[in-house]
Structure formats: structure tokens, C-alpha cells
């Protein structure tokens, strides 16, 4: 049983020697290599997911700068107040939503909305009109976010009231392509967008400048911003129909 166990252990020895000299060899080197490569990688990845989501070594991918929440907006419960800077003319339409249902006002007509039926009061009597909100998607939640995902980031400021403005840009040919669904190539000024977040994050602001996207539109000749502003949100009670 002795000399067993002896030629065990010599054969372990010689075992262990054999792999030792093995390493030393420029094959040995290459393997012991990406062995230790292999493991390193193993240990990253597992630390990402037991971390979450943040940052991985070797990613290309980054926080962005900025961050908003949109609920609010795409909720549809709210005052608003759209003000339009064409050519030097403005036009202000400041009334409630409801869901699909609106009634608003421009300083002289009274509007109501539900979906795409508007109506206008005329002398008192309720009639169906045409929209009368020029580049109305630009309202949609979803389409904001399109066209901000699409956007270029510039900068933000921290304001004093404890609120934040963020600033993009994004050319002609992406709205084109966004709004219209048509593929050009213009070289073309920027247009403009900034959006002012509250204290929690909700957007209650977002300012348009989409002169270059209205000039080639035909829409204005040398300017047209477009200021959506929100309010009071989820307060508004339901609104009824024009009788």
C-alpha cells in the first residue's frame, strides 16, 4: 500500500512538472493567455448584470445628458396655450383638453374639438371648420418624441426657478422625413427646439424654431416658431359638447 501510494504522488509530481514545463513553451504561453483572457471577460460579465444597466467597459453606448418625462403631455389632461411667430404676425390659441376633446380660443373665435371634427362658434351658432393649428403633429406626444429622438443635443441650463431648459437641433431633411415621409437632401439651416422641464421633470414648455423647415414648406417666407405651453395638468374636468 506504501509503495502505491508512493508512485502516486511521484506520478502527481511528474504530472504537475510535465504541465509546468508545457507552460513554459510559446504554445503553453499562447493558451495560458487566453485562458486567463477567457476568465477576466467571464468575471466582467457577470458583474454588469449583478450592477444592472449602467456603463460596461469596452461599450460604446453612454448616459445621455438629459433626461424629461412627457406623461403628462401624453396623458391629455390640460390647459395649453400654442402661440405662433409667423413672419412678425402672431397668433395665440389658449384653452383645455380632455382626452380627445378640446375647446379653445384665438382672441376672437371660439373652437371645439373631438379628434379630427372642429367646429367654430359664429354668431352664436356652432359650425364645422378646418383645423385651424398649422403643423398640428407637432402636438402629438409621440411625434415630439420621434423628433426628438431624431435630434441633435446641444446644451441645457439650470434655471433659477429650479426648472431646466434643454436645447436641440435637427435639419429640415429629418422633419421632412419625420412629418412628410419623404426622403431630400437640402443643405439647409437648422431648425431649433427647446424644451423647459419643471421641477420633476414634466415638460411644460417647447419652443419651435422650424423657420428653415416652414420656408421650405411654403408655410412663411422668413420665420416660424411655434411655443406649446402646458399647465394645470390632469385638473381639467370633462368637457362638453357645443350646443
Same mark, same amino acid.
Given at each position: ?60 453606448? =453612454? ?15 390640460? $390647459? ?17 383638453? $380632455? ?23 359664429? $354668431? ?86 422650424? =423657420? ?16 406649446? =405651453? ?14
Amino acid at each position: 500500500m506504501e509503495e502505491n501510494n508512493q508512485n502516486n504522488e511521484q506520478k502527481n509530481d511528474f504530472s504537475w512538472e510535465k504541465f509546468s514545463q508545457f507552460l513554459k513553451t510559446p504554445r503553453g504561453k499562447g493558451i495560458a493567455f487566453f485562458a486567463i483572457y477567457f476568465i477576466f471577460f467571464v468575471v466582467l460579465s457577470i458583474l454588469a448584470r449583478v450592477s444592472g444597466t449602467g456603463d460596461v467597459i469596452g461599450s460604446n453606448l =453612454s448616459a445621455k445628458p438629459y433626461s424629461y418625462n412627457i406623461s403628462s403631455i401624453s396623458a391629455g389632461n390640460y $390647459n395649453f396655450s400654442y402661440r405662433y411667430l409667423i413672419d412678425r404676425k402672431t397668433t395665440t390659441y389658449s384653452g383645455s383638453r $380632455n382626452g380627445d376633446v378640446s375647446t379653445f380660443r384665438d382672441g376672437v373665435t371660439e373652437y371645439y374639438q373631438k379628434d379630427t371634427l372642429f367646429m367654430k362658434n359664429q $354668431n352664436g351658432v356652432w359650425i364645422k371648420c378646418d383645423n385651424p393649428f398649422i403643423y398640428s403633429d407637432l402636438f402629438d406626444s409621440k411625434t415630439i418624441e420621434k423628433i426628438l429622438d431624431s435630434s441633435t443635443y446641444v446644451s441645457k441650463t439650470e434655471l433659477a426657478t429650479g426648472e431646466e431648459a434643454i436645447n436641440f437641433q435637427i435639419t429640415t431633411t429629418t422633419l421632412v422625413k419625420l412629418l412628410d415621409g419623404l426622403d431630400v437632401d437640402l443643405d439647409d439651416p437648422v431648425n431649433t427646439i427647446q424644451l423647459r422641464k419643471d421641477k420633476d421633470g414634466e415638460i411644460v414648455e417647447i419652443q419651435y424654431d422650424i =423657420s428653415s423647415y416652414a420656408i421650405y414648406k411654403g408655410q412663411a417666407t422668413n420665420q416660424f416658431k411655434l411655443t406649446l =405651453s402646458y399647465s394645470d395638468f390632469g385638473k381639467v374636468e370633462k368637457i362638453k359638447e357645443p350646443v
